[in-house]
């Protein structure tokens, strides 16, 4: 049975930081390209960042330079490093595992920055 579990979420202040976590079991992890997206209320879900089994990363404009996806093939883990979070970063983030056609999801974890 395939499962991706996120934590970390919560809520934080404009300025702070936030570490997600994505453990993921029942997949062989190291040939997975994963990626990390998120969906605020009203819009459609986007995609915040990736990595892929070599390490390679990329990112959306939006989070350049304040976000930095990580991954821990020894722990089946991957993480975003979420700093200098504004409002608008406000959304339930969502693990994602990708093998040529093969998707799997997590069920979100819900990211707050409000004051």
């Known amino acids: 049975q395939v499962q991706l579990v996120e934590s970390g979420g919560g809520l934080v202040q404009p300025g702070g930081s936030l570490r997600l976590s994505c453990a993921a079991s029942?997949?062989?992890?190291?040939?997975?390209?994963m990626k990390w997206y998120r969906q605020a209320p009203g819009k459609q879900r986007e995609l915040v960042a990736l990595?892929?089994?070599?390490?390679?990363?990329n990112y959306a404009d939006s989070v350049k330079g304040r976000f930095t996806i990580s991954r821990d093939n020894a722990k089946n883990t991957v993480y975003l490093e979420m700093n200098s979070l504004k409002p608008e970063d406000t959304a339930l983030y969502y693990c994602?595992?990708?093998?040529?056609?093969?998707?799997?999801w997590g069920q979100g974890t819900q990211v707050t920055v409000s004051s």
């Open positions: 029942g997949i062989t992890f190291s040939i997975y390209a």
């Open positions: 994602n595992g990708a093998f040529i056609t093969t998707n799997y």
């Open positions: 990595i892929t089994p070599g390490g390679s990363t």
